[in-house]
T-cell receptor
Framework: GAGVSQSPSNKVTEKGKDVELRCDPISGHTALYWYRQSLGQGLEFLIYFQGNSAPDKSGLPSDRFSAERTGGSVSTLTIQRTQQEDSAVYLC??????????FGPGTRLTVL | GDSVTQMEGPVTLSEEAFLTINCTYT??????LFWYVQYPGEGLQLLLKATKADDKGSNKGFEATYRKETTSFHLEKGSVQVSDSAVYFC?????????????FGEGTQLTVNP
């Protein structure tokens, strides 16, 4: 079946603009995770959803970052007023409950 | 908090050489340990895992043993191939303290030359 998909694959934006990143998890996966992969910080956890609820938002780096999940499926990560330090690859993963996490290909965000 | 430390890379080996990538962890609970691999141009894939002390995870010729006494989970392969060239990440999850999120090491770039 289809794996985790993310869109867009690449996004170039100007400093100060808002961006939305989308994740389509594997069908039936109840858990969804966002991570960020950047040169200076490695791979960092951002937020975790179980269904539509986010019991763990502790990794979001600032209040400019938010995420939602609707219908227990698609999730959107929004970054407001982007800064250059937001440039990174944003990874989404999904899993059954606490099972193995399957990762998407990522969205490469470049803030000019 | 939980953390993972990997040996620094990059690592360059010749085909059929023995591979070891060191990984140590710090955790307050009883974590599960993982190795993930990221091949060029592809997403992260689970390579192997171990959920309790003395467990050995294995896949595609790679092995790692969960050593609680040394808080380590070193990745080994007896004979690497060019196709093993990738970035390898050690990771842990500790449901009792940090839920099911993964905490990753810095990643180790492996290049295998023919």
């Amino acid at each position: 079946g289809a794996g985790v998909s993310q869109s867009p694959s690449n996004k170039v934006t100007e400093k100060g603009k808002d961006v939305e990143l989308r994740c389509d998890p594997i069908s039936g996966h109840t858990a969804l995770y966002w991570y960020r992969q950047s040169l200076g910080q490695g791979l960092e956890f951002l937020i975790y959803f179980q269904g539509n609820s986010a019991p763990d938002k502790s990794g979001l780096p600032s209040d400019r970052f938010s995420a939602e999940r609707t219908g227990g499926s698609v999730s959107t990560l929004t970054i407001q007023r982007t800064q250059q330090e937001d440039s990174a690859v944003y990874l989404c993963a999904s899993s059954l409950a606490d099972g193995e996490q399957f990762f998407g290909p990522g969205t490469r965000l470049t803030v000019l | 908090g939980d953390s993972v430390t990997q040996m620094e890379g990059p690592v360059t080996l010749s085909e059929e050489a023995f591979l070891t990538i060191n990984c140590t962890y710090t955790a307050t609970g009883y974590p599960s340990l993982f190795w993930y691999v990221q091949y060029p141009g592809e997403g992260l894939q689970l390579l192997l895992k171990a959920t309790k002390a003395d467990d050995k995870g294995s896949n595609k010729g790679f092995e790692a043993t969960y050593r609680k006494e040394t808080t380590s989970f070193h990745l080994e392969k007896g004979s690497v191939q060019v196709s093993d060239s990738a970035v390898y990440f050690c990771a842990l999850s500790d449901p009792r303290t940090s839920g099911s999120r993964l905490t990753f090491g810095e990643g180790t770039q492996l290049t295998v030359n023919p």
